[in-house]
């Protein structure tokens, strides 16, 4: 699957969606589980769950 075909799928939205979830996967889980420094797992774990909590009261499940 090409970026065009993409594009098309999902629409211009939708791929500025895809595009902020895995530029917040990479920002925030992976410095989760790589991040040698005590403090930023932790950091990165209260990050995550406050996302997903906001994201929660958007859309429940």
């Known amino acids: 699957m090409t970026l065009h075909d993409l594009l098309?799928?999902?629409?211009?939205?939708g791929l500025?969606?895809?595009t902020g979830t895995v530029m917040?996967?990479?920002?925030?889980?992976?410095a989760t589980i790589w991040?040698?420094?005590a403090y930023r797992p932790s950091a990165a774990r209260t990050t995550m769950n406050t996302l997903l909590e906001a994201l929660r009261r958007l859309h429940p499940l």
């Open 8 to 13: 098309n799928t999902l629409g211009p939205v």
């Open 16 to 18: 500025l969606a895809l």
């Open 35 to 37: 991040s040698r420094h």
């Open 24 to 30: 917040m996967f990479v920002g925030v889980v992976l």
